[in-house]
């Protein structure tokens, strides 16, 4: 195994470097669609979607009265039996006034 040439040396270098492009992949795409947003004057928070979800509210704009405790178990049962008028209430979600969303901070003042 002396006999390793100068070609060989270049050929596993180059190998090296292919591999390591390919796990750079994902980060350098992902580093490119956040700049070609910008470039194409599209907001980096929303896309010009203008608008960002609720995080209490999950962007329906109502949430269910009795908080954590009573959430998903109840109404997941209440809903298979065909009973929606359940009695766990939905409220109106007093973050974002029941729209499910806010502006975006990003590109709303614009
Ligand atoms: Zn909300
Ligand atoms: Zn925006």
């Known amino acids: 195994m002396d006999n390793i040439t100068a070609s060989e040396i270049a050929g596993l270098a180059v190998g090296v470097l292919l591999l ?3 796990i750079a992949a994902p ?3 992902t580093f490119f669609s956040s ?3 910008s470039s194409l004057g599209l907001c980096k ?3 010009n979607v203008r608008r ?4 209490k509210c999950k962007g329906t704009g109502t949430i269910k009265e009795g908080g954590l405790l009573s959430f998903n178990l109840v109404d997941d049962l209440y809903e298979t039996i065909g009973n929606r008028e359940s009695q766990v209430k939905k409220i109106a979600c007093d973050k ?3 729209k499910g969303y806010f502006p975006c901070p990003e ?3 614009l």
């Open 20 to 22: 390591s492009a390919t």
């Open 27 to 29: 980060k350098i795409d």
């Open 35 to 37: 700049s070609q947003r």
């Open 45 to 47: 928070r929303c896309g």
């Open 52 to 55: 960002t979800a609720c995080a």
């Open 96 to 98: 974002c006034q029941a």
């Open 107 to 109: 590109c709303s003042k």
